[in-house]
């Protein structure tokens, strides 16, 4: 069964810092690309960060320099660090990943079940 947990999010002041961490269970993770996408209500979820298998990472523009993705696999984790953070970083952060679940050649994408950050004085 594949898992992906997502954990660290909540209420923070403009300004400050909060580090994601997303824990995965099921996947083959070193073969994995993962990534942070967002949701704020009222709105389609979009992409924050993504980091391949090989350590390649990307960022949306309105978070590139404040946000840093990374990755630990012999943990199997993917980590978001979001610093200066903003009102309009409020929303719902979802892990996901694409690749294979052990036992498969093919790859898949899963989510997890998000986690909410408020950015709020």
């Known amino acids: 069964q594949v898992q992906l947990v997502e954990s660290g999010g909540g209420l923070v002041q403009p300004g400050g810092s909060l580090r994601l961490s997303c824990a995965t269970a099921?996947?083959?993770?070193?073969?994995?690309?993962m990534a942070w996408y967002r949701q704020a209500p009222g709105q389609s979820r979009e992409l924050v960060a993504g980091?391949?298998?090989?350590?390649?990472?990307d960022y949306a523009d309105v978070v590139q320099g404040r946000f840093a993705i990374s990755r630990d696999n012999a943990r199997r984790m993917v980590f978001l660090q979001m610093n200066s953070l903003k009102p309009e970083d409020t929303a719902v952060y979802f892990c996901?990943?694409?690749?294979?679940?052990?036992?498969?050649?093919?790859?898949?994408?899963?989510w997890g079940q998000g986690t909410q950050v408020t950015v709020s004085s």
């Open positions: 099921g996947i083959i993770f070193s073969r994995s690309d």
């Open positions: 996901n990943a694409k690749g294979p679940r052990y036992g498969r050649s093919s790859s898949s994408t899963f």
């Open positions: 980091i391949t298998s090989g350590g390649t990472t």
